[in-house]
């Protein structure tokens, strides 16, 4: 079935320093893979998304890999800060029916220590 | 002001009562989602509509119905809750052409005992 993961469910990194979160897909036939920043207590808010034609996306701090023979997805954040602190998911979504459904992997949470 | 809303933003209720969570959204946007946040589960969808008059079921929809009131509107009912739906509920809302970029809610917890 259809499933997106996420390696590591915690990542702790020291403020300045650049992040790595990782994510596994399964399926395929995917059509674009996004990245999502959930806050303490409130709603996920969107990062970046890539399409799977293309393997680096970069935008604000942040850079997206896609390594479509392996199945893998990578979030980096550069010069990691306080406010970076939070769970990050990976998500997919295909074209189909008028647009795609997102389907979001288990989440890792990123904790930036001063 | 936020652009979407939810209410309320918890709520505590008994097994087998009626329970209605709201959305409302002035962005303008005509998808509106609601999605169920479990710890270690990620967020999975309930069900999505691309306008007032298309509403789908998502992947979990067993227990739950929904009403699209209008554009800036949609409601989630539970009609008789049990405790296993106690959850962290998401509405979200995108543009019908970028669905990727999705717009979160403050979200509504939900206990039921």
């Known amino acids: 079935g259809e499933s997106v993961g996420l390696h590591l469910p915690t990542l702790s990194v020291q403020e300045g320093d650049n992040s790595i979160i990782n994510c596994a897909y399964s399926n395929s036939a995917s059509d674009y893979f996004i990245w999502y920043k959930q806050e303490s207590g409130k709603g996920p808010q969107f990062i970046i998304d890539?399409?799977?034609?293309?393997d680096k996306r970069q935008g604000q701090r942040v850079t997206v890999l896609l390594n479509k023979t392996v199945k893998h997805l990578s979030l980096q954040i550069a010069a990691t800060q306080p406010g970076d602190s939070a769970v990050y998911f990976c998500?997919?979504?295909?074209?189909?029916?008028?647009?795609?459904?997102?389907?979001f992997g288990q989440g890792t949470e990123l904790s930036v220590k001063p | 002001d936020a652009d979407v809303t939810q209410t309320p933003r918890n709520r505590i209720t008994k097994t087998g009562k009626r329970i209605m969570l709201e959305c409302s959204q002035t962005k303008g946007h005509d998808r509106m989602y609601w999605y169920r946040q479990d710890p270690g589960l990620g967020l999975r969808l309930i069900y999505y509509s691309f306008d007032v008059k298309d509403i789908n079921k998502g992947e979990i929809s067993d227990g739950y119905s929904v009403s699209r009131q209008a554009q800036a509107k949609f409601s989630l009912s539970l009609e008789s809750a049990i405790p296993n739906q106690t959850a962290l509920y998401f509405c979200?809302?995108?543009?019908?052409?970028?669905?990727?970029?999705?717009?979160f809610g403050p979200g509504t917890r939900l206990t039921v005992l």
């Open positions: 979200a809302t995108s543009e019908s052409d970028r669905y990727n970029e999705q717009f």
């Open positions: 998500a997919e979504t295909k074209f189909y029916n008028q647009g795609g459904k997102l389907i």
């Open positions: 890539i399409r799977s034609n293309m």
